[in-house]
C-alpha cells in the first residue's frame, strides 16, 4: 500500500490538478484548485484529486474525481471522496460511466431516473447520448445522488 496524505489543495498545484485531469480524461470544465481535495505523497507530488462544484441553484456535484494509473486501486479515491463527503451538504449528484456506478454505491450514492436529475444533469445526460453516436463507448453515463 502506497503512503499518502490527505488535505485540501494549494493555489500552487492548480497545474498539476489540471494535468491528472487531463491524464484521466475527466471533464476539465470547472477547475477550481479552491474546491480540491488533493492525495500527495511525501514528496508532496499529487497522485490523486477531487472536488465539490457548485452549480446554479445550490446544486452540487461531486466531481473530478481522478486517480494517477500507476497509483489506482490502493484507496487514493476512495480516501478522497471520503473527505469531501464530511463536509458536503446533501443531495448531492455525480455523473460518472456506468462501469465506476458500484465504486459509488459505497458511498450510499444511488443512479436517479431523468425526472429526478436536476436540469443540468438532464442536459449533461442528453449531450452524452448524442456524442456517443459517435464514441461508442458501449456504456451510459450515470447520474447519481446522494441524500
Given at each position: ?39 500527495v ?66 458511498f ?24 456517443d ?15
Amino acid at each position: 500500500m502506497v503512503k499518502y496524505k490527505i488535505r485540501r489543495a494549494a493555489e500552487s498545484e492548480s497545474a498539476q490538478i489540471k494535468s491528472l485531469i487531463h491524464l484521466v480524461g475527466i471533464n476539465p470544465a470547472g477547475l477550481d484548485w479552491k474546491r480540491f481535495i488533493v492525495a500527495v505523497d511525501d514528496e508532496e507530488k499529487i497522485m490523486a484529486c477531487g472536488q465539490i462544484k457548485p452549480h446554479s441553484g445550490d446544486i452540487l456535484e461531486l466531481a473530478s474525481i481522478g486517480t494517477l494509473p500507476e497509483f489506482e486501486r490502493q484507496g487514493l479515491a476512495s480516501a478522497v471522496v471520503t473527505e469531501l463527503l464530511k463536509t458536503s451538504t446533501r443531495p448531492l449528484y455525480l455523473m460518472c460511466m456506468e462501469h465506476n456506478g458500484t465504486f459509488y454505491e459505497r458511498f450510499g450514492f444511488r443512479v436517479i431516473a431523468e425526472n429526478e436529475m436536476p436540469k443540468y444533469f438532464r442536459r449533461m445526460k442528453k449531450l452524452f447520448k448524442l456524442a456517443d453516436v459517435v464514441m461508442r463507448s458501449g456504456e451510459d453515463l450515470l447520474i447519481m445522488k446522494l441524500g
